[in-house]
């Protein structure tokens, strides 16, 4: 159950506990305990919501930064992503394989602010021997989700 | 001038759904639970492979029984998923949809006069195409009481010296019920018994929810050698558009059906043959995947009757659940039609697949959760009012 169920509020955090036993096939007090244990095992992170800025009048500015480290003896990359991700401005901090070491994702109030931030915080922190950043000008899909075109039924409404 | 038409065809009616679709497509905001395909798109994948074929250039016809790396394909999925062995060579062909297999089995099969049993209610194509195929259609009503399921006696009542063939339509559209290994072990035998065939429509194989998958009825033994296998791409992979289905049959029976495929036909579409190879290869998540969520949807209907009062079986294939409305004392077309004046929501009459699916209605479930919520909201009040209507009278 625990797989489905992951499944189910990854997309819909909001379903209702009741409804989400039903479609399951199980007990609401099951679907309660497996929801705490999964939350007191860290499994389950939050429920947040997706949203696109881009319909509201907010200004935000979304940025993609690829950062190139030296890794610290013992440490590894452990130490310098924590002092990125302490930043509030900071939305993801991933390590990965390739050309440079750490992608972080940020979101800033405008281009100068984004800018700001990686010329005043981030490029001179000791260890960061690189960074490239790149600004996103449009989200098409976000989190498994289309963003820009709704779903329509195009079926015929009767079918044998 | 003379009566241009042939008298087999005049007798025939139209598909009773044709009637409610005309109504339904002239209303606007009406919401439908009468859709007999999937929602969800063809996976990106599947059409990527069809749209990369297109852009090949494989726009010519493919050999008469189809591609060769899909016919093999084809073969190593019922081997994997049944055990099933098929030379692809000689004993598959790729049709259009599975109802051309369906057409085209019976007519290769039939002799002017013979039985071809179809257990009702059922999908609306077999009967007419075993009139066309001159056949005598042998309707054996399926009993609620059985959860629709063929039971042995009901095929031994039915057969007599004419019968040639056995329609075996499971999972089933509309009730959704299937037939379990030991349901099919119990008719086997009187098949074997009787020395007649069986063409077994398993296009909604991929789509069932009990502790036991499927099982075709050519697994068992002594089956495979009379029996007709028909399957497709539209349910399981959501393709209906691409018209695309097979048949497995012995060498004897597919060499006929290919002679008609062959003259009617050419071939099944090229772009859609490729496209169905990547499925077959890559598919298997997919139709988790869908199946998955079909499932969920199907608890939530059958909740959602157990708490309006509506009795309905649990059915555990295809994506219909089939309510029983007797109580009500209208005609399911009647209640069907109300339904949909006053709370705008299509179901389909289950009359409309055979006498014996009067009392019931299709509900379909290849619909978001949210929107089966509101159009369920809407029967919850519906059957509230006619509770109330019939208690006040």
């Known amino acids: 159950m625990r797989e489905e169920l992951l499944r189910i509020i990854e997309r819909n955090s909001r379903i209702d506990l009741k409804e989400l036993a039903v479609i399951l096939g199980v007990e609401e007090i099951d679907v309660v305990n497996e929801m705490a244990a999964m939350e007191a095992e860290g499994i389950i992170c939050g429920y947040h919501t997706l949203i696109d800025w881009e319909k509201t009048s907010i200004e935000k500015v979304s940025a993609l930064i690829e950062v190139r480290v030296t890794p610290q003896r013992g440490q590894g990359f452990d130490n310098i992503a924590e002092r990125i991700y302490k930043y509030p401005e900071v939305n993801a901090v991933y390590l990965i394989s390739g050309g440079f070491d750490l992608l972080i994702t940020l979101e800033g109030k405008s281009l100068k602010e984004v800018s700001a931030f990686v010329s005043d915080k981030l490029a001179p922190l000791d260890s960061i021997l690189s960074t490239a950043t790149h600004f996103i000008l449009k989200k098409y899909k976000d989190h498994g989700t289309v963003l820009t075109k709704k779903y329509e039924d195009q079926r015929e409404k009767i079918t044998p | ?393």
């Open chain 2, 1 to 393: 001038m003379r009566n241009p038409l042939s008298d087999k065809i005049v007798t025939i009616k139209p598909s009773g759904i044709r009637k409610f679709f005309d109504i339904v497509s002239e209303m606007e905001d009406a919401i439908s639970l009468g859709v007999g395909e999937p929602d969800f798109d063809t996976p990106w994948h599947i059409r990527d492979e069809g749209i990369y074929s297109l852009e090949k250039g494989r726009t010519f016809y493919t050999s008469n029984s189809g591609l060769k790396e899909l016919k093999i394909e084809i073969c190593n999925y019922l081997k994997r998923r049944f055990n099933l062995e098929y030379d692809y060579q000689h004993e598959v062909i790729v049709t259009v949809g599975g109802s051309e297999a369906i057409d085209i089995a019976l007519r290769a099969m039939i002799n002017p006069g013979e039985e071809v049993i179809i257990p009702q209610p059922s999908y609306v194509s077999y009967e007419p195409c075993a009139i066309l195929a001159d056949a005598v259609p042998v309707i054996i009503n399926l009993k609620a009481e059985n959860e629709f399921r063929l039971t042995a006696e009901e095929l031994e009542a039915a057969i007599t010296d004419k019968t040639k063939v056995l329609v075996l339509p499971f999972p089933n559209n509309p009730t959704g019920a299937v037939m379990e290994r030991k349901d099919l072990e119990a008719i086997a035998k009187v098949i074997i018994d009787h020395d007649i065939f069986v063409i077994s429509d398993e296009i909604y194989a991929e789509l069932s929810y009990g502790k036991e998958r499927h099982v075709s009825i050519a697994e068992l033994p002594g089956m495979k050698e009379r029996t007709v296998l028909i399957n497709g791409f539209s349910k399981a992979y959501a393709m209906t558009g691409w018209r695309l289905g097979y048949c497995c049959a012995p060498a004897v029976i597919t060499e006929q059906m290919l002679k008609i495929h062959q003259f009617a036909i050419m071939c099944a579409p090229t772009t859609s043959q490729y496209a169905a190879v990547e499925a077959m290869r890559n598919g298997d998540g997919d139709v988790e995947r869908m199946c998955e969520e079909y499932n969920q949807r199907r608890r939530y209907l059958m909740h959602a009757f157990k708490e309006m009062g509506l009795p309905c079986f649990e059915p555990f294939g295809a994506f219909y659940v089939f309510p029983c409305i007797k109580e009500f004392g209208m005609t399911s077309d009647e209640f069907a039609t109300r339904f949909l004046e006053e709370e705008k929501v299509a179901v389909v009459p289950g009359s409309a697949f055979g006498e014996c699916g009067e009392g019931f209605l299709r509900i379909s479930y290849a619909y978001s959760l949210d929107n089966l919520k509101v159009a369920i909201g809407r029967l919850a009040d519906f059957v509230a009012r006619l509770k109330a209507e019939k208690k006040t009278c």
